[in-house]
């Protein structure tokens, strides 16, 4: 136990040791007197005793001592309150108008009378006019709670509220209810009591002597560091928690998804938010009368109404394409298509359309991928918001097939550390067309993560491609979802603190 004493009174900083020799002398001084006695300031003597008490050496005490003022209250104080006033002149009139209140009280006080009045049930209030109650007649020589405590702070420059009777109380209670009547303060007492360690060390002993904090160059030359008292450390204290800054959990599996593709040779591609129809929809293939295309679906833009689109020569081959296949050999969609429609401007549904750019601006071989927020009509609930992050890719090769396609995929989930199976799909711009799903082991099931395949003729020869391209996209919300083990998908767009202080810098490491 003395080893144990004597470890904790090496560790002790000076200014404990000063507080706790000031309070063997007497333990009923004043943090003000010790801090007189020791020549600390107060912020010192207050966070040593913090510091005492929490090794169990000392036990501080703080008592709160609120006391009650008269700052703006001080005019009403002398000439009594307002409705104090009119009482005085209803005692002999019994009653008297609105109009006439202007006579007795500043104009900026009568509503405040009048309701204090009837408050106080001495008076009633009637088409315009003011009546006495009985309750006032009886109240005319008879001062209130309220006005007795304002006569009692006229007297004193502030009252303990401690002090206070029941009576008084109740009047404080008044006059706290009223605007910049009267002004609490609030004072608190400490006081210090040595316990349980504390009288150990008083036993024990302990010596004040200033500490070295650190070694100059002149202490180490001329030796005087052989004479210095250091102060030993608790390797084994507490420690704070420190928060450093860092990116944002969906920012950083952004970033994951990025030099994974980087890695695997892809260059990054960006688009527009706002679009025209003719690249989120007519490049794709996509009928302009498929469900996609309404208002409950897409955001359409007011401003512009309308985009400028791409050359002539292009959106004719397109539009053909949409009308009766075009040099593709297609059955296509049998329709009359409208240029004006594809004209539209929208808050892009997916980036895909940035994919259809890419190979119109780019000629084979390639390989593409795209990260960037999408826009769809949906009600926000836990697994759906109206705008979400995506990625999507192509690869444009002679010598690329469907093949091709799941082993880049199955190379990309793996990298992510998911298993990774395939499943068919349709999607109206590509054939075949696959679905991709990931395991989860803590769930035993398997989820569907995004869609993929091979893009249709329909959409690579208005583009003037005549080699196999291969296109995938998914959602990164839900594979952030996955990574930190949340169900809502609200909460990677909350400004929640804690969740975002604790979440994981790497991949599995809990911070807790």
């Avoid at 329909?458 to 959602?475: H, R, Y």
């Amino acid at each position: 136990m003395s080893k144990d004493i004597e470890k904790i009174v090496n560790e002790l900083t000076i200014h404990e040791k000063k507080l706790l020799n000031a309070l063997r002398e007497d333990e009923n001084k004043s943090p003000e007197d010790i801090s007189k006695e020791t020549e600390m300031n107060i912020k010192s003597v207050m966070s040593a005793a913090g510091s005492l008490a929490s090794k169990d050496i000392i036990e501080v005490n703080t008592i709160a001592n609120d006391t009650v003022q008269l700052p703006d209250g001080l005019k009403w104080a002398k000439s009594s309150l307002p409705e104090r006033k009119i009482l005085n002149v209803l005692k002999d009139d019994n009653e008297i108008t609105m109009k006439d209140l202007s006579n007795i009280v500043e104009g900026n006080e009568i509503k405040i009378a009048v309701g204090w009045l009837i408050r106080k049930k001495w008076a009633k209030l009637e088409k315009g006019i003011v009546y006495l109650s009985d309750v006032g007649l009886k109240s005319v020589n008879k001062k209130g709670e309220d006005e007795k405590l304002l006569d009692i702070l006229l007297e004193n420059d502030e009252v303990a509220i401690s002090s206070l009777d029941d009576e008084l109380l109740q009047g404080l209670k008044l006059l706290k209810s009223r605007k910049n009547l009267i002004k609490i303060k609030t004072n608190k007492v400490h006081s210090f009591h040595v316990i349980n360690i504390g009288l150990k060390i008083f036993k024990y002993g302990f010596t004040i002597q200033e500490e070295a904090t650190q070694l100059t160059h002149q202490d180490l030359k001329d030796g005087k560091w052989k004479e210095l008292y250091y102060r030993p450390y608790d390797i084994n204290a507490k420690f704070p928690k420190y928060f450093p800054g860092k990116s944002h959990p969906l920012r950083r599996i952004i970033e994951e998804i990025r030099e994974i593709f980087l890695n695997l040779g892809f260059s990054e591609s960006k688009g527009p938010i706002v679009d025209s129809a003719f690249w989120n929809f007519d490049s794709l293939f996509q009928p302009q009368d498929h469900a996609a295309r309404e208002m409950q679906d897409t955001f359409y833009v007011k401003n512009p109404p309308k985009t400028d689109l791409p050359d002539e020569n292009l959106v004719e081959k397109v539009g053909r394409v949409h009308e009766s296949g075009g040099e593709t050999g297609s059955d296509a969609w049998n329709y009359k298509w409208n240029v004006e429609v594809s004209k539209q401007s929208l808050l892009r549904t997916h980036s895909t359309g940035i994919s259809t750019r890419y190979l119109y601006e780019n000629k084979p071989p390639l390989k593409m991928f795209s990260v960037g927020k999408v826009f769809r009509r949906e009600t926000t609930s836990y697994k759906h918001l109206p705008e979400f992050y995506q990625v999507d890719g192509i690869v444009a090769w002679e010598k690329i097939n469907y093949q091709s396609l799941l082993g880049v995929l199955k190379e990309f989930y793996n990298k992510l550390g998911f298993e990774v199976r395939f499943r068919p799909a349709y999607f109206p711009y590509t054939y075949l067309s696959t679905e991709c799903e990931i395991y989860l082991e803590e769930k035993e099931s398997w989820i569907e993560l995004g869609g993929s395949g091979m893009f249709r003729v329909e959409v690579l020869e208005p583009l003037n491609i005549d080699v196999p391209v291969m296109a995938f996209g998914l959602g990164v919300e839900r594979l952030a979802m996955i990574r930190h083990d949340i169900s809502d998908i609200r909460m990677l767009y909350k400004s929640d603190i804690g969740w975002l202080r604790n979440s994981a810098i790497v991949n599995g490491l809990k911070l807790d």
